[in-house]
Every structure is written in structure tokens, then in C-alpha cells.
């Protein structure tokens, strides 16, 4: 079992800049699969950023450019570099591990204003 943490959260202006950690209760180095997703309000949850099982990267065609997931294995921490935020990247933040069960943190909260 892992529990997972995510901070980094916050109001921010238009155009601006945050970095959002996932901090895990034990070793990552194992896990392959890692990723954030995001839920706006009425909205379903989505997928934001990921490291595939095959240790490639995934992101969603709306933060392409914008957003950079990585990881730091000796830190079991996960990153998500978010530049040039939009209101419409507002929503709380998750971090998962999918695998063998879906792990999820609380969420953090990101709020961009226009």
C-alpha cells in the first residue's frame, strides 16, 4: 500500500506558474506507472500528465507545451511544472498510481484567474 500527498496548490494569475508535488510513502523507484489528473467543477476527472508503464509520457492535448511531469526516484516524489496557466487549468489536482489498484492522494487545488 502507498499513501500519496500533493501540495503546491494555489491562486494564481493568468499566465503564471506552479509546480505541484506528489510526495509517496515509500519507494517509487519500482513504479513505472505515475501520473496527475485534474477535476473542474461538474467535470469529469481527467488525465493530465503520465509516465507510462513503458516509461514514456503522456499529456493531455490541452497542456502540451505548458505542462511538464518528472519524477525524482531518490525523493519518491513526483513533479508537474504547470507554466503558462489558463482559467480553464483551474480544477483539483490529483496524483495516481494505477496500478496493481488505483492509488489516489487528496488533491490540491488550483485556481488561475483571469
Known amino acids: 500500500q502507498v499513501q500519496l500527498v500533493e501540495s503546491g496548490g494555489g491562486l494564481v494569475q493568468a499566465g503564471g506558474s506552479l509546480r505541484l508535488s506528489c510526495a509517496a510513502s515509500?519507494?517509487?523507484?519500482?513504479?513505472?506507472?505515475m501520473g496527475w489528473y485534474r477535476q473542474a467543477p461538474g467535470k469529469q476527472r481527467e488525465l493530465v500528465a503520465a509516465f507510462t508503464s513503458g516509461g514514456s509520457t503522456n499529456y493531455a492535448d490541452s497542456v502540451k507545451g505548458r505542462f511538464t511531469i518528472s519524477r525524482d526516484n531518490a525523493k519518491n516524489t513526483v513533479y508537474l511544472q504547470m507554466n503558462s496557466l489558463k482559467p480553464e487549468d483551474t480544477a483539483v489536482y490529483y496524483c495516481?498510481?494505477?496500478?496493481?489498484?488505483?492509488?489516489w492522494g487528496q488533491g490540491t487545488q488550483v485556481t488561475v484567474s483571469s
Open positions: 495516481n498510481i494505477p496500478f496493481p489498484i488505483p492509488y
Open positions: 515509500r519507494s517509487i523507484f519500482s513504479i513505472a506507472a
